[in-house]
């Protein structure tokens, strides 16, 4: 099974970017679908992007549509998230995750989950 371990989280102000990065360990990530999520305090974890297996193919929540970019690097075992424009109600703890499945955005689809990292927007 694949481990994951999410790093480039930080404070950033609004309108600045943020890269997030998660690597695997295991010789399995490529056989994996994987997906970005984020919780912000009281509220419940929520899809942010997902690639497929390739990496050809990828989808978005609406409210980071043309924000966010998800992409994958099979040779490194790296899935990366490009955050641009943030704003003050993206922070959260964001989470990579991995699943068997493809185009699911329910975090019940995935197996494993990384231990997340902060992602913080100030005003």
């Known amino acids: 099974q694949v481990q994951l371990v999410e790093s480039g989280g930080g404070l950033v102000q609004a309108g600045g970017s943020l890269r997030l990065s998660c690597a695997a360990s295991?010789?399995?990530?490529?056989?994996?679908?994987m997906g970005w999520f984020r919780q912000a305090p009281g509220k419940e974890r929520e899809f942010v992007a997902g690639?497929?297996?390739?990496?050809?193919?990828?989808y978005y929540a609406d409210s980071v549509k043309g924000r966010f970019t998800i992409s994958r690097d099979n040779a490194k075992k790296v899935v990366y998230l490009q955050m641009n424009s943030l704003k003050p109600e993206d922070t959260a703890v964001y989470y990579c995750?991995?699943?068997?499945?493809?185009?699911?955005?329910?975090?019940?689809?995935?197996?494993?989950w990384g231990q997340g990292t902060q992602v913080t927007v100030s005003s």
């Open positions: 995750a991995a699943s068997l499945y493809v185009g699911r955005t329910t975090p019940q689809a995935y197996d494993v």
């Open positions: 295991g010789a399995t990530f490529k056989n994996y679908v």
């Open positions: 690639t497929t297996w390739s990496g050809v193919s990828t």
